[in-house]
Each structure stands twice: as structure tokens, then as C-alpha cells.
């Protein structure tokens, strides 16, 4: 059963931009942190961006300035606008939802691929 629906991945030159979505169930976008993790290949995955339900929000240094994340409550998205694209960027991306009840496991999209060519 998949709980994340995303979209907006695709290829790029560098310097240029992509907005990802995910779509969530109400339930699960309402208890939960939402964010967005990459993987590129021979590397471990990792915590690109995370909003909580009252946005606060966080990055990984490699992103900050470049990447926002945010979330509209009414449709139960969160989004991932990403300017100045670097060939670095190239990877799966994954929408995730860490749910804030205690021993509730975590819920993630099918993932989307972003590449970035120079």
C-alpha cells in the first residue's frame, strides 16, 4: 500500500530548477515531521530537508540557500523547490513521513529521479 505519492523529478542542465511534490493521506500528514532524503548510487541515504507541522525546517549544509522546503497543510503536500541545481544533486529522492506517535514506523515514497547534467 503506498502512503507518499511523489512527483516532479526529471533531468536538468545545472543552474536550473525542479519543485518535488508528495501527497500524503490526511491522517498520516497531520502526526507527522515530513521530509525529503536523496540517495545516489554507492552512497548512504540521506536527510535532505525536513519541516515540521509547525514549519520549522532544516537542511543538510551541502543544500542551504538553494533548496526550500515547505508544506501546505489544506492539500497534505509538502514540496521541495530546488534552484541552482549542482551535478551533485543527482539522485533518488525520497519523500518521508516520521510520525510523531511513539513506535509508529515511518512512511515513504516510491522515490523520483532528479539528475542533474553540467
Known amino acids: 500500500q503506498v ?3 511523489e512527483s516532479g523529478g526529471g533531468s536538468v542542465q545545472a543552474g536550473g530548477s525542479l519543485r ?3 501527497v500524503a ?3 498520516i500528514f497531520s502526526i507527522s ?3 525529503w532524503y536523496r540517495q545516489a548510487p554507492g552512497k548512504q541515504r540521506e536527510l535532505v530537508a ?3 507541522r509547525g514549519s520549522n525546517t532544516n ?3 551541502s543544500v542551504k540557500g538553494r533548496f526550500t522546503i515547505s508544506r501546505d497543510d489544506a492539500k497534505n503536500t509538502v514540496y521541495l523547490q530546488m534552484n541552482s541545481l549542482k551535478p551533485e544533486d543527482t539522485a533518488v529522492y ?3 513521513a516520521d510520525l510523531v506517535i511513539p513506535g509508529r514506523r515511518d512512511y515513504w515514497g516510491q ?3 532528479v539528475t542533474v547534467s553540467s
Request: hydrophobic share 35%; with cysteine.
Open 25 to 27: 493521506s490526511r491522517m
Open 3 to 5: 502512503e507518499l505519492v
Open 94 to 96: 525520497y519523500c518521508n
Open 50 to 52: 525536513a519541516i515540521t
Open 33 to 35: 515531521t515530513m521530509g
Open 20 to 22: 518535488l511534490s508528495c
Open 111 to 113: 522515490g523520483t529521479q
Open 59 to 61: 537542511y543538510v549544509d
